[in-house]
């Protein structure tokens, strides 16, 4: 059976996403944890106004959840780690016959990283995909097995076989030590059908480092439609994200998609704030959420957030562009793609 992996701009039934729980995402003291719960909370409520939401809750935190979730958003318990939906969630894909599947990969921790834990969350994609196929009409969801470690914000996809991965992740001796490139190519074939792979070397600075993933894709580029590639553009030479989005824009201005196509590189600038407390920040427009009729946008309260907003809305017509103030997501590790997950509606 062949599977193909849409892309997240095709018809959704659902939206996914997962509720902090006690540790790093949600933080120490009471004005942390409502920082984190607002923030998850406004992008759920936000897509809710334009799909059907599903939040998994952990049982501690099912009373504040309500508080903060409206009534518009389905609340389903399961105990957790942490509350990044798009990594520790399924992947979901299509057949040839436009019938639902996903991908449970295996997921350790973004590479065995010694500050995290996946006790938990290394179950949450074989519980979503049980309980989605559980109102489908007797049809279900097909569950696809796979060896490989990976992360839904390791990838990035056009829908028509093209997928964007980067070196620092998916070939990670903490993920995956064993694998070659032609190793990933072909699970990656298996699973989310992709028939192009284009490796980029890295991610992001901060991402890159101690709290972060390494270096996922869904940070630096996007895949918008066929044949256009929206990529992180820092323009200042005094962040080191700078010679990063450099080389990153150049191997895509020389790449060709499955389809043959030279892409269009649309250039996001970064905000303009370069630094926090911590260093240089990896503030990105092109963490986003695409979801029917919308583009959930990252707002930092930025000189660009009209200019980025500009470009989503162009990349993808007929959506609604709205923004969520996301510097309480990226101060805990990542963005508001990395907390929605995607489920397609079927396909006759």
């Avoid at 018809?11 to 997962?18: E, N, V, Y």
């Avoid at 990063?244 to 303009?272: C, F, H, K, W």
């Avoid at 986003?288 to 660009?304: E, L, P, Q, T």
Wanted: some cysteine; aromatic content about 6%; hydrophobic content about 40%.
């Amino acid at each position: 059976m062949a599977w193909r992996m849409p892309a997240e701009h095709e018809p959704h039934l659902r939206t996914w996403m997962a509720f902090p729980s006690a540790g790093y995402s949600l933080g120490d003291t009471a004005e942390e944890h409502h920082e984190a719960r607002t923030a998850w909370a406004a992008v759920a409520n936000a897509i809710s106004d334009f799909e059907p939401v599903v939040v998994i809750v952990d049982p501690d935190e099912m009373d504040a959840a309500k508080r903060y979730l409206t009534s518009a958003v389905d609340i389903v318990e399961a105990p957790l780690d942490d509350a990044w939906m798009r990594d520790i969630g399924p992947t979901f894909v299509l057949d040839d016959d436009g019938h639902v599947g996903g991908v449970d990969w295996v997921f350790n921790g973004w590479g065995a990283q010694d500050w995290a834990r996946w006790d938990r969350d290394q179950h949450i994609g074989r519980f979503v995909l049980e309980h989605a196929g559980a109102d489908r009409d007797g049809e279900g969801v097909t569950p696809i097995s796979s060896t490989m470690v990976n992360e839904g914000g390791g990838i990035q996809v056009d829908g028509e076989g093209t997928v964007l991965v980067t070196e620092t992740v998916q070939l990670d001796p903490g993920r995956n030590p064993r694998m070659s490139r032609a190793d990933v190519e072909n699970e990656l074939r298996r699973t989310i059908g992709a028939d192009t792979v284009i490796w980029l070397p890295r991610g992001l600075t901060r991402d890159s480092e101690r709290y972060g993933t390494r270096g996922h894709v869904d940070i630096v580029a996007a895949l918008a439609a066929p044949g256009t590639v929206l990529v992180h553009s820092q323009r200042y030479r005094s962040h080191p994200d700078h010679a990063v989005s450099q080389e990153i824009i150049g191997i895509l201005r020389n790449a060709t998609d499955a389809g043959g196509r030279a892409l269009d590189v649309v250039e996001v600038p970064a905000p303009e704030a370069l630094t926090d407390a911590d260093g240089f920040v990896d503030h990105s427009y092109i963490n986003h959420y695409v979801g029917n009729g919308v583009v959930v946008a990252c707002g930092f309260a930025d000189r660009n957030d009209a200019q980025a907003a500009e470009i989503l809305g162009a990349a993808y017509p007929g959506r609604a562009v709205v923004a969520i103030d996301a510097r309480p997501i990226f101060d805990r590790g990542g963005g508001i793609h990395c907390i929605t997950q995607n489920e397609p509606a079927a396909q006759a």
